[in-house]
């Protein structure tokens, strides 16, 4: 019984991450994040773009036909 408790607590332990490993993991964490609110961002000015985009074109299309049809 206290071999299997000490070989649970052994495997327990190898899985455990260490700081070590949060060191590692953090900086690309941090990049990850920044790297989804800089998209986020972007996709946001994308889409504002667009609709402006659209916008103006519609415009243009109205003027055009209400000037033919004048």
């Known amino acids: ?3 299997e408790a000490s070989r649970i607590s ?4 190898s899985t455990e991450p260490s700081l ?3 060191r590692v993991v953090a900086p ?3 990049f990850v994040s920044v790297l989804i609110a800089v998209l ?3 996709g946001e000015v994308a ?3 667009a609709i402006a985009g659209a916008t103006h074109i519609s415009m243009h299309a109205t003027a055009s036909t209400s ?4």
């Open 20 to 22: 070590a490993d949060a």
């Open 67 to 70: 000037a033919a049809t004048a």
């Open 47 to 49: 889409v504002s773009v």
């Open 1 to 3: 019984m206290e071999k």
């Open 28 to 30: 690309g964490t941090v």
């Open 40 to 42: 986020d961002v972007a």
């Open 10 to 13: 052994a495997a327990f332990a």
